[in-house]
């Protein structure tokens, strides 16, 4: 079984805080994303990742950054918090793009910065 | 960039059928996922299109044409399980980036 696992179900952060989540997997994909969700906009992709050390903007990379120094590993930071990145947090891998190749997604993180 | 549309709500009865449409406009293409999300869990894989044509797997179906952007989810026999959000998402070809459609929540009533 594929497992993407994130470090967190639920979060509570000041604004102002540094805040960093984490996502692991364990099944050698060479890429891993960040989606955020929120009501009535969907996912909408933060940053993604296609091989280590690599990373690419999504469509909303304002306000996060993120790291990548091991396959298996996908950090979102959030450099200064601030109570509009209020929202659920997902992290996804996925592998080739020359294979049928789903993305996986972990349990989520529910971030609340206040 | 991709832009993606599906409608935002759907209601259909315990034992229909019913489609739920999906149209994107890319810059690259490499494939278009479906994925099913219940309230309050992560999405879930349903199928997968990179060529023209339909895709089925049990009770679901995916059809892709390329040609026109366009794709659609059926889905047969409906139980009230079905209940949930259902995601189009594409796949652009360079860089294996998955876009998110908004979803389409559906409702099954008895």
């Known amino acids: 079984d594929v497992k993407v696992t994130q470090s967190s179900r639920y979060l509570v952060k000041r604004t102002g805080e540094k805040v960093f989540l984490e996502c692991v997997q364990d099944?050698?994909?060479?890429?891993m994303f960040w989606y955020r969700q929120d009501p009535g906009l969907g996912l909408r992709l933060i940053y993604f990742s296609y091989d280590v050390k690599m990373k690419e903007k999504g469509d909303i990379p304002e306000g996060y950054s993120v790291s990548r120094e091991k396959k298996e590993r996908f950090s979102l930071i959030l450099e200064s918090a601030s109570t509009n990145q209020t929202s659920m947090y997902l992290c996804?891998?996925?592998?080739?793009?020359?294979?049928?190749?789903?993305?996986?997604f972990g349990q989520g993180t529910r971030l609340t910065v206040v | 960039g991709q832009n993606i549309d599906q409608p935002t709500e759907m209601t259909a009865t315990e034992g229909a059928i019913v489609q739920i449409n999906c149209t994107y406009q890319t810059s690259g293409f490499n494939g278009l996922f479906w994925y099913q999300q219940h309230a309050a869990e992560a999405p879930t894989f349903l199928s997968y299109n990179v060529l023209d044509g339909l895709e089925e797997k049990g009770r679901f179906s995916s059809f892709l044409s390329r040609s026109k952007g366009y794709s659609y989810l059926l889905l047969k026999e409906l139980q009230m399980k079905d209940s949930a959000s259902y995601l189009c998402?594409?796949?652009?070809?360079?860089?294996?980036?998955?876009?998110f459609g908004t979803g389409t929540k559906l409702q099954v009533i008895p």
């Open positions: 996804a891998s996925g592998g080739d793009g020359a294979l049928n190749t789903e993305a996986f």
């Open positions: 099944m050698d994909h060479e890429n």
């Open positions: 998402a594409v796949r652009d070809g360079r860089y294996q980036k998955v876009t």
